[in-house]
C-alpha cells in the first residue's frame, strides 16, 4: 500500500513569508508525528496528533509553528514569519497505534529560507 | 541538552567486514531503543529495536547490543555490504512517554566500501 507522502518536496522561501507543509499519513493510522531535522543533527520531535485527543505540542519551537490534522488524515504544519533558523527537513511520520508502535516515515519536505 | 548521543559523525567498512555503530544515552528512563536508516531524499525506515530490558536482539545481518549500565547501545551489521550505505539514526522511547514520542541521535553516516 501507499506510503506517508509529503508536499512539497522542496520549499524554498523568503524570511518573513508563511509556509504550509502538507502530510498523508498511511491509511488507517491513528497517530501522526512531525519530526524536524536541522543540517548536521538528528530528528527533532515537533508535534504529535492521536484520533480526536488534544495533540502534543511540547516540541513546537515557537508560536510561528502549528499544525492541524482533520481526524486520522491529512496534517499541515505552518510556519508563520519565517527565520533562516527554520531551514531544515521536516518529516512527518504515522504509526498504527500510538505509544511504542514502529512510526513509518515519510520522504520530508526540504524548506530553504532565504 | 542532548540525551541520546552518536558520538561519530562518520564511518567507513570494507565490504564483508562487520560494522559497529555506537549510541550513548543519560538517561535511565527509557523503554525502548531503535535504529533506524535512512538513505538520501528519503524517510528514515526502521531497522531493528531492543526492549530495556533485554541486552541483545538480532535480525538476520543486524544485532543491536544494550548496556545498561554504561547506558550504551550498538548495531552490529555483519557481514556489511555496499547496500548498507547509509544514514543511521539511534532512538529512545522514554517510559514517560504515552504518545511514542522518540528522541533521536544525531545520526552516524555509514560507507561500506566494495
Known amino acids: 500500500g501507499a506510503g506517508v507522502s509529503q508536499s512539497p518536496s522542496n520549499k524554498v522561501t523568503e524570511k518573513g513569508k508563511d509556509v504550509e507543509l502538507r502530510c498523508d499519513p498511511i491509511s488507517g493510522h491513528t497517530a501522526l508525528y512531525w519530526y524536524r531535522q536541522r543540517l548536521g543533527q538528528g530528528l527533532e520531535f515537533l508535534i504529535y496528533?492521536?484520533?480526536?485527543?488534544?495533540?502534543?505540542k511540547s516540541g513546537l519551537p515557537s508560536d510561528r509553528f502549528s499544525a492541524e490534522r482533520t481526524g486520522e488524515s491529512v496534517s499541515t504544519l505552518t510556519i508563520q514569519r519565517t527565520q533562516q533558523e527554520d531551514s531544515a527537513v521536516y518529516l512527518c511520520?504515522?504509526?498504527?497505534?500510538?505509544?511504542?508502535?514502529?512510526?513509518?516515515f515519510g520522504p520530508g519536505t526540504r524548506l530553504t529560507v532565504l | 541538552d542532548q540525551q541520546v548521543k552518536q558520538n561519530s559523525p562518520s564511518l567507513s567498512v570494507q565490504e564483508g567486514r562487520i560494522s559497529i555503530l555506537n549510541c550513548d544515552y543519560t538517561n535511565s528512563m527509557f523503554d525502548y531503543f531503535l535504529w533506524y536508516k535512512k538513505y538520501p531524499a528519503e524517510g528514515p525506515t526502521f531497522l531493528i529495536s531492543i526492549s530495556s530490558i533485554k541486552d541483545k536482539n538480532e535480525d538476520g545481518r543486524f544485532t543491536v547490543f544494550l548496556n545498561k549500565s554504561a547506558k550504551h547501545l550498538s548495531l552490529h551489521i555483519v557481514p556489511s555490504q555496499p547496500g548498507d550505505s547509509a544514514v543511521y539514526f539511534c532512538a529512545a522511547l522514554p517510559s514517560s512517554s504515552n504518545t511514542g514520542k522518540l528522541i533521536f541521535g544525531q545520526g552516524t553516516t555509514l560507507q561500506v566500501k566494495p
Open positions: 496528533f492521536q484520533g480526536n485527543s488534544a495533540p502534543d
Open positions: 511520520a504515522s504509526s498504527l497505534l500510538p505509544g511504542g508502535d514502529t512510526q513509518y
